[in-house]
């Protein structure tokens, strides 16, 4: 019997935890933004030397990339990947050291979100001109980037 009223009281303190996690997430949630960035499409990493990295990625990790000229690309998952581009074609230390790109569902009101909080929108293929609204690409997507107070590179894409 004391058995049974100490396992129903944790399973009842559980539910309760569970519960107020819930609400207080809900409560929490009404701060956020409107819209999320979504999921991680790609990430871009300037690495010192791709050979290098590419044989520890390839043979000590797993992953299995194909060469594109001076850098090499890794789908991690469907539709995510991993790029790796030589440091050497830095121009400066302005240049960001990675670049991630996200698959907004809503770009154009993520845009509007974004840039509404003084956040500066821009062209990352254009050296980094500044936007009025998301681009449309060859391929289909449209997109924009921000720069990070780092100098690193978020782009938010929608994917035809």
């Given at each position: 019997?004391?058995?049974?009223?100490?396992?129903?009281?944790?399973?009842?303190?559980?539910?309760?935890?569970?519960?107020?996690?819930?609400?207080?997430?809900?409560?929490?949630?009404?701060?956020?933004?409107?819209?999320?960035?979504?999921?991680?499409?790609?990430?871009?990493?300037?690495?010192?030397?791709?050979?290098?990295?590419?044989?520890?990625?390839?043979?000590?990790?797993?992953?299995?990339?194909?060469?594109?000229?001076?850098?090499?690309?890794?789908?991690?998952?469907?539709?995510?990947?991993?790029?790796?581009?030589?440091?050497?074609?830095?121009?400066?230390?302005?240049?960001?050291?990675?670049?991630?790109?996200?698959?907004?569902?809503?770009?154009?009101?993520?845009?509007?979100?974004?840039?509404?909080?003084?956040?500066?929108?821009?062209?990352?293929?254009?050296?980094?001109?500044?936007?009025?609204?998301?681009?449309?690409?060859?391929?289909g997507a449209r997109e924009f980037?921000?720069?990070?107070?780092?100098?690193?590179?978020?782009?938010?894409?929608?994917?035809?």
């Open positions: 019997m004391k058995k049974k009223l100490v396992s129903g009281f944790a399973l009842g303190v559980l539910g309760v935890l569970i519960f107020s996690a819930g609400y207080t997430r809900a409560q929490e949630e009404g701060s956020k933004p409107a819209i999320s960035p979504g999921e991680i499409r790609f990430v871009a990493m300037r690495v010192k030397d791709v050979d290098a990295t590419s044989e520890f990625l390839d043979e000590k990790l797993g992953f299995e990339g194909q060469s594109m000229g001076d850098f090499y690309v890794y789908e991690v998952s469907p539709g995510q990947y991993v790029a790796l581009t030589p440091d050497a074609d830095r121009d400066s230390d302005s240049e960001p050291n990675m670049v991630v790109g996200f698959d907004v569902s809503r770009i154009d009101d993520y845009y509007k979100q974004v840039t509404e909080k003084d956040v500066k929108a821009y062209d990352h293929l254009a050296d980094m001109k500044e936007l009025e609204r998301p681009v449309y690409r060859q391929w980037a921000v720069q990070t107070p780092d100098g690193d590179v978020l782009v938010f894409s929608r994917l035809p």
